[in-house]
């Protein structure tokens, strides 16, 4: 059964701080990984995807990826109140042709003012 | 572009009743992938359909199901609902089979009560 891990939280942090979110898979195949965002009561919005090793940036938000140690990890850089939601990590079980996401539990984010 | 839309946004239904949730996906998006969210056990994925085919299925029992139309439309259907169906239906939609357009796009979903 593939698995995706994510501390439930709540991950509370000052507003301007950096906030972390990490995630561990256990396919070692896995090849795509996604950070999804989801307000209460609404559907998850996709924030950031990432299929290398390394970091990718976007805006305030940095993406990571270790496929050695089965780590995908987020970085919001200036958290503000409105990133205030949880953080759902979802890698592709990718095995031919498939488009399924396996979710991670989600991470609570609290920015307090 | 417009989003995924679906409908409707909210069902109550009764036990043993059946129920059809449609989906429309992003101009020019060929996958359409259901998901069912609840509390305990957070997203769980359904089915997968791409140019009109199921590809993949997730461990729900047969009582689920659902088809895709010549426009990528997509519908799923729920026969004989018990309690435990309740739920948020999200539907996802993606450009195609390549590694790099796997990226999913969710609709606002449909919450259904079933009473």
């Known amino acids: 059964q593939k698995e995706v891990e994510q501390n439930s939280g709540p991950l509370s942090v000052p507003e301007g701080a950096i906030a972390s979110l990490n995630c561990t898979y256990s396919?070692?195949?896995?090849?795509?990984f996604f950070w999804y965002r989801q307000y209460s009561g609404k559907s998850p919005e996709l924030i950031m995807s990432i299929y290398s090793n390394g970091d990718k940036e976007d805006g305030r938000f940095t993406a990571q990826l270790n496929k050695a140690s089965q780590y995908v990890s987020l970085l919001i850089r200036d958290s503000q109140p409105s990133d205030s939601a949880t953080y759902l990590c979802?890698?592709?079980?990718?095995?031919?042709?498939?488009?399924?996401?396996?979710f991670g539990t989600g991470t609570l984010l609290a920015v307090q003012p | 572009k417009a989003g995924v839309t679906q409908t409707p946004r909210y069902l109550i239904k009764t036990r043993g009743q059946q129920v059809t949730l449609s989906c429309s996906p992003i101009?020019?998006?060929?996958?359409v992938s259901w998901y069912q969210q609840t509390p305990g056990q957070g997203l769980q994925f359904l089915f997968e359909y791409f140019s009109e085919t199921q590809r993949n299925k997730g461990n729900f029992p047969g009582r689920f199901s659902g088809r895709q139309f010549s426009n990528s439309r997509s519908e799923m259907n729920v026969s004989t609902l018990e309690l435990g169906d309740s739920a948020l239906y999200l539907c996802?939609?993606?450009?195609?089979?390549?590694?790099?357009?796997?990226?999913?796009?969710f609709g606002p979903g449909t919450r259904l009560t079933v009473t």
């Open positions: 979802a890698v592709n079980d990718y095995g031919g042709a498939t488009n399924k996401l396996i």
């Open positions: 396919d070692r195949g896995s090849q795509s």
């Open positions: 101009s020019g998006h060929r996958s």
């Open positions: 996802a939609s993606s450009l195609a089979a390549r590694e790099a357009s796997y990226e999913q796009y």
